[in-house]
């Protein structure tokens, strides 16, 4: 009996140390031609809940930037405190007016571009999210990931922290990683 305990007390700290990190929260995406355009628009719904912006908005402007493959469904976005989300195109200088925008969309961008698209918005009260940048390099607060069957997104503390809107810490734990 000993024996068994002493090898139980043994493995105990390798098999918390081999537990899978923390995993995402993965929205299934559905079936149907339309699933991931319907599934990005619940995402983007969702972090648009979770966003406070300095003021209230009667209606959040969430404007599209760049060439957008998953952005079909968008329009039909109304949150739960009975905010509508209107869309906007960016002009063709790509640039984001505080006044005209509350969220930016991207979509397919030159990593350059976006880089300068995002540096602009700091300390703006603009939430940013990249739907082509699966590593989260641009500084994007929020980089959609799509599996085959799911979507997640990353959230980046450091665009986060540069910008004037607060996001409610329980996204951390939905994210994956969260850098």
């Not at 599996?147 to 980046?156: D, K, W």
Request: glycine share 8%; net charge positive; proline share 7%.
């Amino acid at each position: 009996m000993r024996c068994l305990l002493f090898w139980l007390l043994l493995l105990t700290p390798t098999a918390v140390l081999a537990a899978p990190p923390t995993q995402p929260v993965m929205m299934p995406l559905g079936s149907g031609p339309d699933s991931v355009a319907a599934g990005t628009a619940r995402m983007v719904g969702a972090i648009l809940e979770y966003t406070r912006w300095p003021s209230p908005r009667p209606v959040v402007r969430l404007c599209l930037a760049g060439v957008t493959r998953h952005a079909g469904r968008l329009a039909g976005i109304d949150l739960s405190n009975g905010v509508r989300v209107e869309l906007a195109k960016l002009d063709g200088q790509g640039v984001v007016a505080p006044d005209r925008c509350d969220a930016l969309y991207i979509g397919r961008v030159g990593a350059a571009p976006m880089r300068s698209l995002i540096a602009s918005l700091r300390d703006q009260a603009i939430v940013t999210i990249a739907e082509d940048d699966p590593d989260c390099r641009s500084g994007a607060m929020f980089c959609l990931l799509y599996g085959e069957t799911s979507l997640s997104f990353q959230l980046s503390i450091d665009a986060v922290s540069r910008s004037a809107v607060k996001i409610d810490p329980r996204v951390l734990r939905l994210s994956k990683g969260g850098y």
